[in-house]
């Protein structure tokens, strides 16, 4: 059985913001690394990223070194730094046929907490470079595909990089629950979404630290690894649907990723719930409380193109596919964070509480419908 691997990441690393790439505009501004108590840091706007302790915390796997030095957060690790940083495509290559990966598709790290920085322009600048970064090497893999980063402070911004990424190769544009502060059905992103299905490239929605008022309720990691990096996902979840965008852009490929698939049939029966109320009883009272989604949250599910992200272990999964369908869940090894199971591609296939079919579907038939992989 072919395994498609639907979110794969990349530790990013110096040469991902070098004159190759960045923008001469925003040199004197360039990413720096340091590094602190044996572990490494980007400096960006005089910054450090991550910030793994104080309001609006979080950890990251990148960078993984430092004047020469591997950080202690990067030590013990069981994959390369240069399979970690794809600065060696064969390592990375040789870490999936350890793991029975055929194929691999690669998202961000740096880019899942947010705001980087607060100059917009700067920002983008920092979305360009790492697209032309990764496109370049993967650019034509059979193997190894990625996805690209938008920056959607900026949406003029963002829609000419949509176009570029589809050039450089990328399967997909990766985004977080929210655009900052504001919610993914927001009038002014509505543009960025036409730009998508112009270039028939899929939505990666992928849990982050991407909303700074719930960010910075949390001054410890734990709690803030919990909540502010997962809850943004089924906020965007929400927001897509409810707020009416896969109805006016219905063929939209959309996938919600890395945040297990527990929590899917928890949003569907509430937000069915209160479809059903305020589309029954509040709507005589206050018209303007009428749900903007023309359907029932189901309906869409059954059009085929949304996308659930699964854990291996996930013990509720026979009910998310009774739920959702055995077409539209995919697995995401999550390669080569250090919360992740190896071999979780080998797990699933030895579970056997789902079919021989949907072990087929997950592993390779919806991630290559999603991602247009032949």
Known sequence: MRVIDADGHVEENLETFSDKYFDPAFRSMRPRVTGMDGLAYWVIDEQLYPRRVGPGCHNLGTPTNYDGKVAAHSAGKTDSIGSMELTDLDARVKAMDEEDIAVQVIYTTLFLAYPLTNNVALGSALCSSYNRWLGDPLSGHQRLKWSAVVNLDDIPGSIRQVHEVKKLGAVSVMVLGTAGDHMLDHPRLLPFYDALLEENLALGVHVGWSCPAVSNLYSHIYPSGVIAFHIPLLMGFTALV????????????????????????????RMHHRYKNQGSTLRKF????????????MEYIKRGNIYFSTEVEDEILPHVLNLVGETQVIFGSDMPHGDRERCAARMLQERNDISDTAKVNILDKNPARLYGID
Not at 252 to 267: D, K, N, S, T
Not at 286 to 297: D, E, F, Y
């Open 286 to 297: 206050l018209p303007q409380t009428a749900p903007i989604q023309k359907l029932p949250v």
């Open 242 to 269: 409810s707020g009416g965008v896969m109805d006016r852009f219905p063929d939209l490929r959309v996938v919600f990723l890395e945040a297990g698939c527990q929590w899917v049939p928890f949003i569907l029966e």
